[in-house]
């Protein structure tokens, strides 16, 4: 599989070797060093992806769209001023009873008239509405409460029960929060390759490395527009070929994890009569500019070792090469119809 390169080539011998031989795609041995570095530099990577995502939830702000259910005590003609709504007519798509935030952020309240609160908190909207009510009243016993949470929600997509959108409540909009509102994972769902989609950025997420590096998901904090897409693991697998038993697609565990033995093991393992075991090779990288080649020697039984620690990544190959004997079988197999049509053809001519 190495490719060998000469400098000193004519440039006629040059110009004659094939695209193929022009590629010079680097040959590395998976030892335990080799696995140590790719797995640190899957935690770092991992770790400055989310780190932009982390932060303190903060007090929930009224937006247009809201609901508010205002009741002031003592004064019960205010309360005709909330509306009623008949049993019979209500939908699931029609605004709770209250007083809804209108498109220039303001409610109309009795006595008060236009109040702007979109930007305000509900103590905020609490002290402004008492503020105004004592030109009128005194000293009126004010209660401001949100009947409806409409102004912001978060997009879950993909492999995840309830897909849509999950509206943004006084309780901070976690990642674990936005997935259990949507009634969980699917059994299909990649939890290690998430993608969080905040103003046309994207942000991929590891659930597993983040769990691994004891960090709660709980920190990373979800705002009003995000998309969250949970991927399907049918778009992460690794393709193993050659001399195996079963050549197969393998797919991902739950966690999105996948090693170079779980992948041997969903083909069948390597095919005794026909592989060489001493040359297992993985290919990285085939759609992009740099692709990379992994060789493991898996003649000792301590090779799996290394083989359960040495992740895949998705479209990843895993390429088992035949032995000797199999290459020969091969040859020899392409040269007999040519060697029996000699043959014929000298006895046709005698």
Known sequence: MRMSTDAALPIKEADAVSPAEKLQVPVTEIDLDLIKKLNTQAMQTSEVE????????DAYVLGVGDVLQITVWDHPELASALGTQTQTNNRPNDPAQG????????????????????????????LAVLKSLTKVFIKPQVTVRIASFRSQQVYVDGEIRTPGGVPINDIPMTLYEAINRSGGFNPTADQSRMVLVRNGISYPLNLSKILERGENPSDIILKGGDLLRVVSRDE????????????????????????????????????????DAAQLYVVRGTLGSSPKIFHLDARSPLSMVLANQFELQPKD????????????NRVLSLLLPALNAGLTTAIVTK
């Open 50 to 57: 989310s780190r932009e995502l982390i932060g303190k939830a």
């Open 236 to 275: 992460n697998g690794a393709y193993v070929m050659g001399e195996v038993n079963k050549p197969v697609t393998a797919f991902p565990m739950r966690t999105g994890k996948l090693t170079l033995s779980d992948a041997l093991s969903q083909a069948g393992s390597l095919n005794t009569a026909s592989a």
């Open 99 to 126: 007083f809804v935030i209108d498109n220039s952020g303001n409610i109309q309240f009795p006595y008060i008239g236009d109040l702007h609160v979109m930007g305000l908190s509900i103590a905020q909207t609490r």
């Open 317 to 328: 190959i895993v390429y088992v090469d035949g032995n000797g004997l199999v290459r020969f």
